[in-house]
């Protein structure tokens, strides 16, 4: 059974996944000037495969226009097979911030907040959002 898991886990992570996962950072980071640093990676939850995105600001806040820049980036990018991204972002001073206002005035649909601090939004959400710029 765990040469099963290992197998299938490896198979997901083949040979193009790093470039595309470098492809949604590049994107996001020439997005706009407010990103002073952008981390991307997968992650699995249950069968899940879903996009880990951390935003690390230049100031201490989350301008509406700089979200709906990085939001399109990651929509426009995103590599297929997988069915969310998960969003955070840090202020210069590393506190993370407060994600929920900013997320209901950026108009995607679908997004659950798992916490203040971190949304889960589904994939095809994005795609269509990046679409509609």
């Known amino acids: 059974m765990l040469l099963t898991v290992m197998l299938t886990m490896t198979a997901c992570g083949g040979p193009g996944a790093a470039d595309g996962l470098e492809a949604v950072e590049h994107a996001v980071r020439d ?3 407010a990103f002073d640093d952008v981390f991307v990676e997968d992650g699995l939850d249950g069968f899940s495969r879903y996009l880990f995105v951390e935003l690390g600001m230049t100031g201490e806040t989350l301008p509406p226009d700089e979200l ?4 399109s ?3 426009e990018t995103i ?3 997988f069915d969310s991204v998960r969003l955070v972002a840090r202020s210069s001073s590393g506190d993370r911030l ?3 206002r900013p997320m209901e005035d950026s108009d995607v649909d679908g997004v659950f907040m798992i ?8 994939a095809e959400a994005l795609r269509n959002f990046a679409g509609e710029r």
């Open 31 to 33: 997005s706009s000037s």
């Open 68 to 71: 709906a820049a990085a939001l």
């Open 73 to 75: 980036a990651v929509g």
């Open 79 to 81: 590599p297929d097979g």
């Open 98 to 100: 407060d994600l929920e």
């Open 115 to 122: 916490n203040s601090n971190l949304a889960d939004i589904p």
